[in-house]
């Protein structure tokens, strides 16, 4: 039996900031699900499940916070359930939310996504000490700093690639309201001239600190044929996973992140990639991402990625395959939100609904997320018509 | 002889902080004044501590109102041997107490002689702290009314 066609009608954002004190944690998940509900045109009792995603509970100290928000999420009486697969859990929450519809269990579900950073300090939440195991010590960028270095070396990259992703990201997140950054006349040079923070990551080529939220509410065929605004139908979904203490693992492209792209563009039909996708909201936190990213998901070959960057490829501005038109992670970076802030704005892409940041017709489009150690991904494509 | 190691111990921590939002917040701000809040439901019922959204509909609550600082004990269980950190170093009561003016029950302390002098209906009223900062621990406890005791 084929899965159920599953439509989003509904996405729903909060300003991202770095700190939202005027409003509860509850307050702030409100916020972005009632914006989702009123883009649907549902109230909560159309809703059947709440399906919710955050990362660590460390990052803000609320144990299981899925149990004190069911009341504020209207999900009394309903199944709530919470996705957890570290950073990339945005992506992975929506990818849960769909199959739910997709496997027929429910016909409407809610799902959401947040994270209120100001409330704690992840990289130090990262670092905590644990018995019997490393201690990352160094927060996110550390880690990843040497992954990139290998990157550069492999691809003979040119060393300010990164910079132009971090300019071409934080100016299309002039074209978003909901970015957390706008900085309006930051220039290439001022990128470049920033702080080295973990060599070759510097302070402009690093995702900000952000509290916020992102919602959407998804529908089955019957409820996307009857919705009156814009839908993106679900063309496909994958997740995959691996250990990221295994020795033997290429950690530039890994395993896992080459299948679940395989897998997604196997289940939407889509075989050139670059050709038949027309924007991708992809987990850039730093920059050096997008051109490895670009490589692992297909998009270009081994190597090629940082040349698609220098070429001006994936900008929203005459680029064949805009990446991040919102202003990506390196804008905003709710972690618990920012894999579904991806599929959201993948979904508003499709929908024609992405204002000054729309890629003018585009019909299929790409979200991702990746977590942990590079080792959790999800991804997601939609489409503007149905499959 | 084994040799002599090294040992630095290295605790690392970190500052947890909480929004608290409009309507805990103001809670929490009446607290520090010597005033409790409820908040108002649209089918008028009082919810006391205050919530946010409506625990059936979800819809948004927003009528803060002031409820009375005696209420009713609605159920009792005797702590014989308080701990520590508890709110009263010598026995009392743990108890769900409905205030005046409420229609829901908090939890809090009873400051009673002994559990013979608990029962389930009993008056109680708040006994404040003179150092307040806004914290459910301003009410240092509720103490039991005596019969003809409220004015």
Redesign the interface.
């Known amino acids: 039996m084929a899965a159920e066609r599953t439509a989003v009608i509904g996405v729903g954002q909060t300003k991202y900031a770095a700190?939202?004190?005027?409003?509860?944690?509850?307050?702030l998940l409100?916020e972005a699900a009632y914006r989702a509900l009123e883009m649907a045109g549902k109230t909560?009792s159309d809703i059947d499940a709440v399906i919710i995603g955050k990362a660590p509970d460390f990052f803000?100290?609320v144990m299981m916070p899925e149990v004190y928000l069911a009341?504020?999420?209207?999900a009394?009486g309903k199944p709530i359930m919470r996705v957890h697969t570290a950073g990339s859990v945005g992506g992975s929450t929506g990818c849960v939310a769909a199959s739910m519809v997709q496997s027929r269990i429910h016909r409407c579900v809610l799902t959401i996504g947040w994270e209120?950073q100001?409330?704690?300090?992840a990289m130090?939440?990262l670092?905590?000490?644990q018995p019997f195991a490393t201690s990352v010590n160094a927060g996110a960028g550390g880690y990843f700093s040497p992954i990139i270095r290998r990157y550069m070396m492999m691809t003979g990259a040119p060393e300010l690639i990164g910079c132009m992703v971090a300019h071409k990201d934080r100016r299309q997140a002039l074209l978003n309201p909901y970015a957390h950054l706008h900085q309006h006349d930051l220039t290439f040079e001022q990128v470049v001239d920033s702080p080295m923070l973990w060599d070759p990551i510097r302070y402009s080529e690093t995702c900000p600190s952000s509290d916020g939220a992102c919602a959407m509410v998804l529908v089955d065929e019957a409820g996307g044929d009857q919705h009156p605004g814009p839908v993106a139908w679900v063309h496909g979904t994958a997740m995959r996973s691996e250990s990221n203490s295994y020795g033997g693992r290429n950690m530039v492209s890994p395993a896992a992140s080459e299948q679940c792209a395989d897998d997604v563009f196997a289940q939407a039909g889509i075989v050139d990639r670059r050709a038949e996708i027309d924007a991708v909201e992809m987990y850039v936190p730093f920059s050096w991402y997008e051109p490895m990213w670009l490589e692992s998901l297909g998009f270009a070959a081994v190597g090629e990625g940082w040349r698609m960057v220098e070429s001006g490829a994936t900008e929203l501005d005459g680029g064949d395959l805009p990446v991040n038109c919102s202003g990506g992670v390196l804008s905003s970076n709710p972690i618990g939100a920012s894999g579904m802030i991806r599929f959201a704005e993948a979904a508003l892409q499709v929908m024609g609904a992405a204002g000054e940041h729309q890629v003018d017709g585009a019909r299929r489009a790409v979200g991702h997320a990746y977590g942990g150690g590079a080792q959790y991904f999800a991804m997601w494509i939609v489409g503007s018509d149905k499959l | 002889m084994s040799p002599e190691v090294l040992q630095a111990p290295?605790v690392?921590e970190?500052?947890?902080?909480?929004?608290?939002?409009?309507?805990?917040?103001a809670f929490l701000t009446g607290l520090r004044d010597g005033v409790i809040c409820g908040i108002r439901r649209a089918d008028g019922t009082v919810l006391c501590p205050p919530?946010?959204?409506?625990?059936?509909?979800?819809?948004?609550l927003t009528e803060l109102v002031e409820v009375g600082q005696a209420g009713e004990v609605l159920t009792w269980a005797w702590n014989g041997d308080p701990r520590p950190m508890q709110p009263f170093d010598r026995p009392f009561a743990w108890a769900l107490i409905r205030l005046d003016g409420a229609d829901t029950s908090m939890l809090h302390a009873v400051f009673a002689p002994s559990a013979a002098e608990m029962a389930t209906g009993m008056r109680v009223r708040a006994v404040w702290r003179t150092e307040r900062e806004g914290h459910i621990a301003d009410i240092a406890g509720f103490e039991p009314v005596p019969p003809g005791g409220e004015e």
């Open positions: 700190a939202r004190r005027d409003v509860s944690m509850a307050g409100r909560w803000e100290g009341e504020a999420l209207g009394v209120k100001s409330e704690s300090n130090w939440a670092s905590l000490p | 290295l690392l970190y500052p947890f902080t909480r929004s608290t939002g409009p309507v805990i917040g919530q946010e959204y409506d625990p059936l509909t979800a819809e948004p």
